[in-house]
DNA sequence: TTGTAAGCGTTATCAA
DNA sequence: TTGATAACGCTTACAA
């Protein structure tokens, strides 16, 4: 755009206060100088400069989101609530991936610089950085950590839909069992799924880690596991792309799931009711969650809350048949 | 961030400019000072503001990108590639989604403002607006639709392909074809395949429209489709997630993949391995797609380059299982 | 109801 | 080598 204020005004024969008023409705306009102004942002085209409010208004009238990777559905539906609920309130969303970035630190102050407030996934930032932040008086919000003061969390209900998955496991009959993708960093979903689980299991569960929550690496570590010695009867994901990539492991090994070993996910992504055989797991409210950090991120913002909040949502176990047969079908 | 420049001067008993010059290394600068501001600059920990350099820099060093929908791994990777070589350029993105959205050419006005240049799917933006862009000097990238005149495009090559797909599976033997996720626009990747696969099959395929390319549609499409009393041999879907689908429809209905109808599909998202039968597709660098248009958008925004380009990726034809039975067992 | 002018936080030109 | 100062494009008291 390149058109500026100066002239319209020039064009419609009033000062730039005028203009700015007549657009904005701030202040009193004649009917008769606002028809001429609005003649003439017509015939100029005018757009005023983005630039130029944010630096007079003091706001950019955007919200960032933070985020290790956009690979996988979990990541892209929490930015799709994010996204929408964001528009809906005015505000744009710049979006910064920090897998295998160097200088994130940089970026992310940069990012910082650009946006009125921040959504920040899990323990994607640095604690030194989170700490810095905060002290900025950076807007934040995060998905999936643990409680931090000065910032608003937001995370989903894991430990009762652990202790319900196994329930239904054990009912299943089950006594031997693994959680793929054991958390390699504390305090965050992941943990308290594996924790959660453990507790309910005891000591029937093993702890097997993967790189990370993707299928290739659950795929790897699932073929490992199930073709040692001690083969599990039900395996635990740490998510449904882990649990997909065991699924493709057992295949390979031409085992039966459920029939030889039971496996199940955690999120439930389109491809968890696609697989062969669908798969159990948790559903999450990933979308919600994003819409819910846009509205909290604008409180923040706008000051009608100042407090921070801590928020849970609850989860859903979706029964399919990756984890034994059942006397009904259940269908979802 | 609240410390302003000013107060780096201050504190380090210079002027603005040479605050600015010692920070930026655009003039010359005594060691001494250079000294000074930098122990200022880190005492008061004082970051540009980002508005203030880009109105004086004239450029938001940020990129905007426009889609319908993130839902599904085809934006999703195409977001990726973008944002990773736009960040190495030192580029922020900021996005903005369209579906469902009242109002877009004011959303996408506002976002061209807040960026140096656009990447833009397919037809997501109506034309009128296309125009105006495009006389207003905004840099603009395509990504699947036909060429147009002040802009890059950029697309993966579909005819061919359609082609090779349909040749593949005329050799399957099937003569009765359907078209699933029939184009509803002209002129975009999903007609082109169209175009391709009927010219390559004449009369033999009929098309057969859906709602939007998802998986649900896919699926309500094809339960119909395959309920009727003329079932086709073989259904060519629009992309993966149309195929996903009808896999979906076959099951309920109690269908074999391939023995009672073959499917094919488009793209090779992450879930056309998984799915059983994993998917017969053709495999279109959606990463690239992305990453090109970051680059493409850079030289345009630099003057590196002023003529616009119209560049076509190549595709490749991924045989699996659920075309037909082949042979020797074909795996990817 | 309208205009003048002081910010907002930088960069960069031009003198000194 | 440094410092005033004029942009950059807007919003908003404050005066008129």
């Known amino acids: 755009m390149d058109?500026?204020?100066?002239?319209?005004?020039?064009?419609a024969g009033v000062s730039i206060a005028t203009v700015s008023r007549a657009l904005r409705g701030t202040g009193p306009v004649?009917?008769?100088?606002?028809?001429?102004?609005?003649?003439?942002?017509?015939?100029?085209?005018?757009?005023?400069?983005?630039?130029?409010?944010?630096?007079?208004?003091?706001?950019?009238?955007?919200?960032?989101?933070?985020?290790?990777?956009l690979a996988g559905p979990?990541?892209?539906e929490v930015l799709l609530g994010y996204e929408e609920v964001a528009s809906e309130l005015g505000r744009s969303v710049v979006i910064l991936s920090t897998k295998g970035r160097t200088k994130v630190n940089d970026l992310i102050k940069d990012l910082a610089g650009r946006v009125d407030g921040l959504l920040i996934f899990g323990h994607t930032v640095p604690e030194p950085l989170v700490a810095e932040l905060v002290r900025l008086g950076v807007r934040l919000v995060f998905i999936s950590r643990e409680p931090l003061p000065g910032a608003d969390t937001l995370r989903s209900e894991n430990t009762a839909s652990a202790h319900a998955l196994a329930a239904h496991l054990t009912g299943h009959g089950y006594e031997r069992f693994a959680f793929l993708g054991a958390p390699l960093t504390s305090q965050d979903d992941v943990d308290e799924?594996?924790?959660?689980?453990?507790?309910?299991?005891?000591g029937a569960i093993e702890a097997v880690p993967t790189r990370e929550y993707t299928?290739?690496?659950?795929?790897?570590?699932?073929?490992?596991?199930?073709?040692?010695?001690?083969?599990?009867?039900?395996i635990v994901c740490s998510d449904?792309?882990?649990?997909?990539?065991?699924?493709?492991?057992?295949?390979?090994?031409?085992?039966?799931?459920p029939g030889d070993v039971a496996v199940t996910g955690w999120d439930d992504i389109m491809a968890a009711r696609h697989s062969r055989p669908a798969l159990t797991t948790v559903r999450q409210p990933m979308r919600e969650l994003g819409a819910r950090a846009a509205r909290a991120l604008d409180e923040l913002i706008t000051g009608v809350r100042d407090t921070p909040r801590h928020l849970i949502l609850t989860t859903e176990l979706v029964v399919r048949s990756s984890c034994g047969h059942h006397p009904q079908e259940v269908s979802t």
Chains 1, 2 share one sequence.
């Open 3 to 11: 058109v500026t204020i100066y002239e319209v005004a020039k064009r």
């Open 240 to 257: 449904d792309e882990v649990a997909l990539g065991a699924l493709l492991a057992a295949e390979q090994l031409g085992l039966d799931v």
């Open 74 to 76: 979990y990541y892209t």
């Open 215 to 234: 299928v290739d690496c659950g795929f790897e570590a699932a073929r490992d596991l199930l073709g040692g010695r001690n083969r599990p009867e039900a």
């Open 30 to 69: 004649a009917a008769k100088t606002r028809e001429k102004v609005l003649k003439a942002v017509e015939e100029l085209n005018f757009t005023p400069s983005r630039l130029g409010v944010s630096l007079a208004e003091g706001r950019h009238a955007a919200n960032g989101i933070v985020f290790p990777d």
């Open 193 to 202: 799924r594996w924790q959660g689980v453990r507790s309910a299991l005891g």
